[in-house]
Every structure is written in C-alpha cells, then in structure tokens.
C-alpha cells in the first residue's frame, strides 16, 4: 500500500472517534451554592424580614438561636452558664412570655418553609478558656430549654413534634465570637453536631471533615477603595466602616461598599472554582441596617439565578453528601 493510501485508511479510521469526542456535551460546572446565616435570632422583625427576603427570592437560610431568647426575665434562672450564676447572659433574655411564644412561633414558620435552626450556644460567653464538660454543659443546656420552651414559659400549645425535633433536628453550631480551642472541637462531636461553622478562611473554601464534623470558615472577602480583606460578616463590616459606632448619615455609603464587596466576592467563585460563598449578618441593624440592604439587594440578583443555589449549612451538606466522606448529612431544614 502507498504512503498516501496508507495515511488515508489510518485518517478514516480516526475519524469516527474524533467525531464522537466533538459530539460529546462539555461537562456543566456546580451549582453556585450561597450559605447565607444569622446569629443570634432574637428580634421578631428581623425574623419576619428574613423570610419575606426568602420568599421573594427563594433562598433557605440558617439561623444560629441562642437559647437565652426563649427565656423570659422571670424565667431567666433555668440557664446556668458555665462558671457563672444562673440567669446571667451577655445578650440578655427575652422581656417578656409573649415574646418568646412570638419567637417560637416565627421559628416553626422558618422551618415549615425549609430554613434551617442550629445553635449559637446560649449566653453568648466568650467559651475559648471553657473544658470540654463546659461546652457540654452549654449544649445539654441548649437542648433542654428548646425542648422544655414551652412549659419553661407556660405557653399553651406545643407541638407534637417540638421536643423531637429539639432533641435531633438541632445539628449544627457557630460559636460566639467565633471564638473556637480544641475542648470545644472535641465536644461537638461527644453532643451529637454535624457540623461546625465558626472557622474564618483567607477566601471561601469547601468544608473539610475533622474529628467527625464538618468544619465551615467564613471568608474573609476584598471590601473598599484598597481592597483590604474583611471577614465577610455583618459586625466585621460594621468595625471596619464606623469603629463599631453607629454612622446613620454614612449608611448610604457602607451599604454600597458592603454589596460590591458581596458581589465581587460571588462573581470570582461564579466565574471560577465555584467553592460556596458564605455570608453572616446578626438580627441587629447596624448602620441604619446598611448590611441588610447590601444583603437584600444582592441576594435579589443571585438567588433568583438558575445555577446559583442560596441555601442552609444543613441543605448545603445534604446535597453534597457524596463529597463529605464520614459526615453523614443531615435533613434539610433540621
């Protein structure tokens, strides 16, 4: 055979390869996961804010309660915080019995429409120097006044499932402060959590499993005229624009520099690696509610998107159950 009629017959073998190869769709990147929280929950508006934000926008968010809000001044004295008196919190109580039946009531609301409950501990006390019987304490604390609110308040009407879903739909925590040690680590795992969400990242990375908890970090994300790294949350935001002094006249301005920052933050993981972006704010409107605003405007333009999936730790986990080897994930909203 020539040389011609040899490359030919090798070309046409070739050729229903090579067609097949270009035939095959290109793989489509993962969805941009959003993992947006608050802590604290407490304040009945921002309650009903955030879910009217969700229902515009289809969003599930997570909330981190500290228990101390489904006690009232008189039943304060059911919380006894480690190496303190009963009835003392850094973040007071709730004022009243009607208050905390409100509070309850707008927490079944969130998990009826598939937000996600997890704990911010109770009295949000600065647990760095706490053992780990410590933090165990402040967790079977937790547990047992969500599970006992309703008859701690003497409030009619609790239902049948509440103290199930106290004692196993509670399955994730953020430390206050976000301050974390390895008695606290070592505990979380002993009281039953799955997941972690008080660490802090140079930029937004995937979780990793450690010690049998999936462990979170909250980016810190460019923000202002320098670029200068902030830790994408709320008070962080607040401490950088106004020293932690409130500016309402400025409020116009620390709301845009806040959305720019979010967005620019969303657009290098969209355009990228697509590792989930995570965003934390408090149910305290600081600055004017400036960052609820920046929120609000740019949760309207990302969550409506087809491939971007704004969601809670808890749903987050359980969709991506097959990449987080050991965790077993929880239910959505649980």
């Excluded at 969805?31 to 926008?57: C, E, K, N």
């Excluded at 680590?185 to 990375?205: C, E, M, T």
């Excluded at 020293?243 to 709301?255: I, T, V």
């Excluded at 159950?321 to 909203?333: K, L, T, V, W, Y």
Aim: aromatic share 12%; charged share 25%.
């Amino acid at each position: 055979m020539s040389l011609v009629l040899r490359f030919l017959a090798v070309s046409c073998m070739l050729l229903p390869a090579s067609a097949e190869a270009a035939s095959e769709p290109a793989k489509a990147p993962p969805p941009q996961y959003m993992i947006i929280s608050f802590d604290g929950a407490h304040d009945l508006a921002q309650w009903q804010r955030s879910r009217a934000l969700a229902a515009r926008t289809g969003a599930r968010f997570t909330y981190f309660l500290s228990c101390v809000f489904l006690l009232s001044k008189e039943t304060r004295g059911e919380y006894q915080p480690p190496g303190r008196k009963a009835g003392r919190s850094e973040v007071g109580f709730a004022q009243t019995k009607g208050e905390v039946a409100r509070r309850l009531d707008e927490i079944r609301l969130a998990l009826s429409e598939g937000h996600e409950l997890a704990s911010h501990a109770c009295g949000h006390f600065d647990g760095k120097a706490w053992s780990r019987a410590d933090w165990l304490k402040e967790f079977s604390a937790f547990k047992r006044i969500m599970a006992e609110a309703y008859k701690i308040n003497g409030i009619a009407g609790e239902p049948a499932d509440w103290r199930n879903f106290a004692e196993t739909g509670v399955s994730g925590f953020r430390a206050p402060y976000l301050s974390t040690s390895a008695a606290l680590f070592d505990a979380l795992k002993a009281a039953g959590f799955r997941y972690d969400a008080s660490g802090v990242s140079r930029g937004p990375v995937e979780p990793h499993a450690e010690g049998g908890v999936e462990r979170f970090a909250l980016p810190q994300i460019p923000e202002g005229p320098k670029a200068r790294r902030v830790i994408a949350m709320d008070y962080n935001l607040f401490v950088r624009h106004s020293g932690g002094f409130e500016r309402p006249d400025e409020a116009a301005a620390f709301q845009e520099r806040s959305y720019e920052a979010f967005k620019a933050a969303f657009d290098a993981q969209y355009r990228g690696g697509r590792a989930p972006l995570q965003l934390g704010f408090h149910f305290t409107l600081m600055n004017d509610g400036a960052y609820w605003k920046a929120l609000e405007r740019f949760a309207a333009e990302v969550c409506v998107m087809a491939d971007v999936v704004c969601t809670s730790y808890a749903d987050y986990m359980k969709r991506t159950q097959s990449e987080h080897s050991g965790i077993d994930a929880p239910a959505a909203g649980g």
